[in-house]
């Protein structure tokens, strides 16, 4: 599988929901596995803890942003039916379809091993029925997102990452099995170096098999000043990690990258820096051609701090200009 970027679409501007949309080259298509031949999706997990709903969320995002998103980004947790009546509208948009990720982690009350030795398989079967009867529609599904601080690595935990991996799989498998051919798998990663240098960090791979999309969820944090530092975050006391994304490119390099979540914090000292993170998106995007999908967490109160685009004008005009690039609008989200 070749993974490369283009340069984009060409042709006028249209407006979609009022708001302005680049159109896409007929000439880029999308796989089975939801990889876009150009460019990449741009996404958006709208206005997380603001207590307003998925597509209230989506709607006001958007329109903060200028643009729509091909990707919504949902969470789910325990016995949750999904996608929810709400996320199948904003899926079947007549005028924008959008690609649904939806973050699900099956149990908060039982150990990896528990669920990969079938302790709630009746809730995965549950599950899978209710996605056979009412959504065909491809989407992506994440099981357990960012394992890495949940390890616990001593003996007979049900919590290390052998477990984690397992349980994955028998996810996974259990689904295909009931007939949930249209999930379309992500394996997401913190994209952290310090749990990426845990000794136990390759065991948390569930396999190919399983495994459609990789992907990180890295937060420009004090050692991240662009793009490039973002997906690629290394540190002096970890000297031996190359980086997210150049471990993905040799560890998995038939596999598409996804950044699943990426948020900017507010820097007192540095008022233009969201502005200037954006900026530098747009600039670098295109040294990363394995990464096809880019999904932004935006919220105001993100566990350590600010990740809102437009927390001030100059940061919403820049990440605006973005979330427009033709890099991103290059390829048509399919209609269902």
């Known amino acids: 599988m070749t993974l490369s970027g283009c340069s984009g679409a060409k042709g006028e501007a249209e407006q979609v929901n009022g708001m302005l949309s680049l159109p896409s080259s007929p000439s880029c298509t999308v796989t089975d596995k939801l990889i876009p031949s150009c460019g990449a999706w741009w996404g958006l997990a709208p206005e997380v803890f603001s207590g307003a709903g998925p597509v209230q969320a989506t709607h006001q995002a958007e329109g903060r942003m200028g643009g729509t ?76 997102h960012e394992p890495e601080n949940d390890v616990r690595a001593g003996e007979g935990s049900g919590m290390q990452a052998a477990d984690y991996a397992a349980m994955y799989r028998h996810v996974v498998l259990r689904l295909r099995d009931r007939g949930v051919r249209n ?16 000794p136990w960090f390759e065991q948390l791979y569930p396999g190919d098999d399983v495994v459609d999309w990789v992907a990180m969820d890295p937060y420009a944090d004090a050692w991240v000043r662009d793009f490039d530092g973002l997906v690629n975050k290394t540190r002096r006391e970890y000297g031996q990690w190359p980086g997210f994304y150049r471990w993905m490119q040799w560890r998995f390099p038939g596999k598409p990258i996804m950044i699943a979540e990426w948020g900017v914090f507010e820097r007192s000292q540095q008022r233009t820096f969201k502005q200037e993170f954006f900026n530098s998106v747009r600039t670098q995007i295109q040294r990363y051609p394995q990464i096809k999908a880019l999904v932004y967490f935006d919220s105001p109160r993100a566990p350590r701090g600010d990740t809102r685009f437009d927390s001030d004008p100059a940061a919403a005009r820049a990440f605006s200009e973005l979330a427009r690039d033709p890099y991103f609008r290059a390829t048509r989200v399919p209609r269902p």
């Open 183 to 198: 999930a379309v798998t992500v394996m997401t990663y913190m994209g952290a170096p310090n749990w990426a240098a845990k």
């Open 69 to 144: 998103a091909d990707i919504v980004h949902v969470y789910h947790r325990g016995d949750e039916l999904f996608p929810t009546s709400k996320e199948i509208e904003l899926a079947r948009d007549a005028a924008r379809p959008r690609l649904l990720l939806v973050n699900w982690k099956p149990s908060l009350t039982h150990t990896w091993r528990q669920i990969a030795d079938g302790a709630i398989d009746r809730r995965i079967d549950r599950l899978a029925d209710y996605i056979r009867r009412t959504f065909p529609e491809r989407f992506f599904l994440t099981i357990h």
